[in-house]
C-alpha cells in the first residue's frame, strides 16, 4: 500500500466508542503537556488521527461526544460529555497516580544509589550488581511511600529556610 492510499474499515458502535477513547487517551498521552506554542508544539500527526476519529462520531449516534470547531471546519474535539460518559478521565487519574509514585521512587531511589556508591564503587559493580544495588534503593521508597505516604518526607533546604528543625 502507497502512503496516501486510503483503505476502510467497518466498526461496531462499540467498537466505534472504543477506538475514540483509545485515541482520546493516546492523543492526550502524547499532547496533554505541550502548550501548542511554537516552542511546545502539539504533535500534529496524534491530533490529526483524533479529529479524524472523532468527526465520525454523528455517524455512529455519538453527536454529544464531539465539538466542532467551525472557523476551519478541520478541528474535532471530544466533548465534555465524552470523557465524563466514558470515565476516560478516571484512566487518566488512574495513570497519573500510578506513575507519581513509580517516578518519585524511581527518582528518589537513584539519587540515593549515587550518594551511596562511590564512582570508584560503581565501577567495580557488574551490570547486574548495580541493577540490583539500585533497585534495592527504589524499593526502599517503594516501602516507604506505601506504609507512609508522603507523611514523613521532609524537604530539609525548605525546612532549614523556615526555620523548622528536624
Known sequence: MKKGDKKSIELTKEQYLN???????????????RDGSPENPHIEEYESISDLIFSFATQFG??????HEASDGSRYFPSNDFTEDTKVHELHDEYDEENFWDELSERLGGRDFYKKYSERDFNKMTREERFMKMQECETAW???????????????KQAKDFGIQI
Not at 62 to 67: H, I, Q, W
Open 19 to 33: 477506538l475514540a477513547k483509545v485515541v482520546y487517551l493516546g492523543n492526550w498521552m502524547a499532547n496533554a503537556q
Open 142 to 156: 517503594e516501602d516507604e511511600f506505601e506504609n507512609h505516604g508522603l507523611n514523613r518526607v521532609e524537604i530539609l
Open 62 to 67: 455519538f453527536e454529544k461526544y464531539t465539538d
